[in-house]
């Protein structure tokens, strides 16, 4: 076994070396073994706009595990910006992002319930992406029509959700 992640149901290790199922928007050309990660090793851009993700069925329990995640920062890196470009419309009553700086991907939010302020950035709101994608394959967050790595399928609450997790480490505002 070369390496291994966690799997999000079972939380058994899963080898690195079983091929992933590659799925999404984007033209990906190669073998079944072809991965997002060969394509960095070897050098090959793609377009961040074309998302895909990688899953793997989990030899433990047979359900598929979601890799993208694990796939280091580039992914989360741009999801996070694309969530955030959706400020300060997707704001909700109780936090709302009453200042924002789109080149440097800083927000200001302003929680109305506790009279506080805090400051998100772009890194903050990719780091909060493993948690949130887990609590949802948990079943502890749920939403209407969310796809999983697929920006276009989040609204507000997903959203909202997301920077909640960010700012606060969990969801406290329904």
């Not at 851009?45 to 580039?74: I, M, R």
């Not at 400051?119 to 609590?135: H, I, N, Q, Y």
Request: hydrophobic share 35%; net charge negative.
């Amino acid at each position: 076994m070369t390496g291994y992640i966690i799997c999000h149901q079972c939380k058994k290790k899963i080898p690195t070396d079983i091929p992933p199922k590659i799925s999404g928007k984007a033209l990906v050309r190669g073998s079944y073994e072809t991965s997002i990660k060969s394509f960095r090793e070897e050098g090959v851009e793609w377009d961040a706009y074309s998302s895909w993700k990688e899953t793997v069925e989990c030899p433990h329990c047979h359900k598929e595990t979601s890799l993208w995640v694990e796939e280091g920062n580039v992914e989360r890196d741009c999801m996070a910006k694309d969530i955030m470009e959706n400020y300060p419309e997707y704001s909700s009553s109780y936090l709302l992002c009453d200042k924002w700086d789109y080149d440097n991907g800083i927000f200001r939010f302003y929680d109305t319930e506790e009279d506080k302020r805090y400051t998100v950035t772009l890194s903050d709101v990719a780091a909060a992406l493993p948690k949130f994608e887990r609590l949802v394959l948990e079943g502890r967050l749920k939403f209407y029509e969310l796809e999983l790595g697929d920006v276009g399928s989040y609204d507000a609450f997903v959203t909202d959700a997301i920077v909640q997790i960010a700012i606060f480490g969990e969801v406290i505002y329904s």
